[in-house]
């Protein structure tokens, strides 16, 4: 497995390419609760940050995210259950964040149509 870097992009290319292939993402949870942080790209936005890898999750179990577990998310859950839910909500989507917390913010319902793309 790579490990995630600083360079955004290439972290949400991994993003897309790991959660096409496996079919799952993963959410941290704790109860009925998931992680939602502010967006550090637009004001007054709330951001759910998703990873493609139960240890890219995991290792985010930390300080303030402590109680928190990885949750994985079926892709057919995610698309049928969670975008429309988040775009509505105006949440964006955190893909692959690193060890600072640094990743893409992407709207949720342009990552699902990138997730539904079928590769030539």
Excluded at 42 to 50: A, G, H, I, N, Y
Excluded at 74 to 99: C, K, M, P, R, Y
Aim: glycine fraction near 6%.
């Amino acid at each position: 497995m790579t490990q995630l870097s600083a360079d955004v992009a290439n972290n949400l290319a991994l993003f897309i390419a790991e959660v096409k292939g496996l079919g799952q993402l993963w959410g941290l949870q704790h109860g009925d609760d998931w992680v939602v942080c502010d967006s550090a790209e637009v004001e007054q936005t709330d951001v759910l940050p998703l990873w493609s890898s139960e240890s890219y999750a995991r290792a985010h179990c930390v300080e303030e995210w402590q109680d928190y577990q990885p949750v994985a998310i079926s892709l057919d859950d995610f698309f049928d259950e969670w975008v429309n839910d988040l775009q509505g909500d105006g949440v964006l989507i955190g893909t692959n964040w690193n060890a600072d917390m640094e990743g893409a913010e992407v709207d949720p319902i342009e990552l699902a149509k990138e997730l539904a793309r079928v590769d030539d």
